[in-house]
């Protein structure tokens, strides 16, 4: 485990060098919510790429569970991001309030233009091309065979077997 260098939002990484998950985080709260993402990837709803060590299988869905966890635990630590709303109870805690959310430098990690590894609809290890098109509209997966899963877009994916 590791603080404070990634401090408004965290992150939850593979470290391939040491083979372990790295929570990257800024006190508590933070913390809830990067182990949230530990969880998440136990019941294979979030993996990584082993080269690179990049989440990916995450979607809205499992980011407002962890921002649902952090607000859980200090409902300021959420309520305070800077979001197109404010979060004043952990229902308004919403995929479009995740979306909303700016980072420090003024980037939006999940909202248009942001992060292109967070789905728009819940995936996991055992979503299917369809699936994986509706998380990803634009990635251009519907050229693929129907059959196709990630383990085959994404050769070295390591995830909880």
Do not use: C
């Not at 993996?47 to 809205?60: H, M, N, P």
Request: charged share 15%; glycine share 10%.
């Amino acid at each position: 485990m590791k603080t404070g260098s990634n401090a408004s939002l965290g992150g939850t990484t593979y470290d391939a060098t040491t083979g372990a998950i790295v929570f990257d985080f800024d006190g508590t709260s933070n913390f809830i919510h990067e182990t949230t993402h530990g969880g998440q990837f136990e019941s294979q709803n979030m993996a990584f790429e082993i080269k690179t060590g990049v989440s990916i299988l995450q979607d809205l869905d499992d980011e407002v569970a962890a921002y649902r966890a952090q607000y859980a635990f200090d409902p300021a630590s959420v309520s305070g991001l800077k979001s197109t709303s404010t979060a004043n109870n952990s229902s308004e805690v919403t995929q479009s309030w995740v979306q909303g959310i700016s980072a420090s430098d003024g980037s939006t990690p999940y909202g248009p233009g942001g992060s292109t590894n967070t789905g728009l609809v819940p995936i996991n290890m055992k979503s299917t091309r369809d699936d994986l098109i509706r998380a990803y509209p634009n990635a251009g997966l519907s050229v693929l065979p129907v059959t196709v899963t990630i383990k085959d877009i994404v050769p070295t994916i390591y995830y909880k077997k």
